[in-house]
């Protein structure tokens, strides 16, 4: 009889627990199809593209690029390109042709050895718009940069470039420096052959060996 309890028991366990996870499952996946439904918001994507843009733009000036001052007969060099390739000089005539598109932007990269970033290829839609951004000057100087060519107050120096010790040029003092622990390393691959590093001996190295 006991034994029959608990087989019972057992089975009715078994069926409740059954029954739960049958539920949870129909629950979960009833979950996963609403979240599938549900869009996200446009607004939210395009606020972030607009911080993004932003952001970039208020340290654009950092950007390594190189600087281009147009020449005053741009639009006719591109006409002679244009006519060059068989395409209408007009202004309003569409770059629509994608290998078109790449033969005339290399040809005009060689023609002003000026290239046109990734960032606005999909600005130039027309000939007018290659006229436009090749009669674009570029300037790729910083503000720190430009405080050269103006006319600073007598009592203001700015020191455009770094000075570094090295006892082979600074021989004031016999080559000594002020920061004997201290070495001017040197680890930017840019300013390696600009500033020559030091490794600066411990004076007091002698003495610590011998303790």
């Not at 994608?98 to 932007?105: I, Y």
């Not at 600009?194 to 490794?199: D, I, L």
Request: a positive charge.
């Amino acid at each position: 009889m006991a034994a029959l309890i608990r087989h019972g028991s057992f089975t009715s366990a078994f069926k409740s627990t059954s029954a739960i996870l049958a539920a949870s499952t129909v629950t979960a996946r009833r979950g996963i199809a609403r979240h599938k439904n549900q869009k996200k918001p446009t607004v939210m994507v395009k606020a972030r593209i607009d911080s993004a843009g932003e952001s970039l733009a208020a340290r654009g000036f950092l950007r390594s690029q190189k600087s281009y001052e147009p020449p005053e007969n741009a639009a006719e060099r591109i006409d002679r390109i244009c006519e060059s390739q068989t395409i209408p000089v007009n202004d309003n005539t569409k770059l629509e042709d994608h290998v078109l598109r790449f033969k005339l932007f290399v040809a005009c990269e060689r023609e002003f050895k000026h290239s046109i970033p990734n960032s606005l290829l999909y600005t130039i839609e027309s000939i007018g718009d290659l006229k436009q951004f090749y009669s674009t000057p570029v300037d790729s100087t910083t503000p720190y940069e430009a405080l050269r060519k103006i006319d600073l107050p007598k009592n203001l120096h700015i020191q455009q470039d770094y000075h570094r010790f090295h006892p082979d040029t600074d021989t004031m003092f016999n080559g000594k420096t002020a920061f004997p622990k201290s070495s001017t390393l040197v680890t930017g691959l840019k300013y390696k052959k600009k500033y020559p590093g030091h490794t600066q001996d411990n004076p007091w190295l002698d003495e610590q060996m011998k303790i």
